[in-house]
């Protein structure tokens, strides 16, 4: 795997990435297994602007051991806590997210 250094923190980012938009159509244990492979294989960039926050809890336990080690990328303002996309301008709401 080929990767990039970020220019102000250092992290090194590998130049795939996984998404969560079609990845969410899968059933949790095919997410699972499919993020899992992922970073066996070197990538560690994950985007996590998802329609439905279906696929979270399966991102979760696949990068439970690892997680100092992979990325995450999200919308500021995400709102998932009804399950679907939303957003948020709310300070308190936004940390929780």
């Known amino acids: 795997m080929d990767y990039r250094i970020l220019p102000h923190g250092g992290e090194k980012i590998s130049i795939l990435g996984i998404g969560t938009s079609s990845i969410q159509a ?43 080690k992979v990325y995450f990328q999200i919308h500021f303002g995400a709102d998932y806590s009804r399950g679907t996309y939303g957003w948020a301008a709310d300070l308190d709401t936004v940390k929780r997210s």
């Open 26 to 68: 899968a059933d949790e244990k095919e997410i699972e297994e499919t993020i899992r492979m992922a970073v066996e294989n070197g990538i560690n960039y994950f985007d996590m602007a998802s329609s439905e926050a279906k696929p979270f809890p399966a991102y979760g336990r696949a990068i439970s051991d690892c997680r100092d």
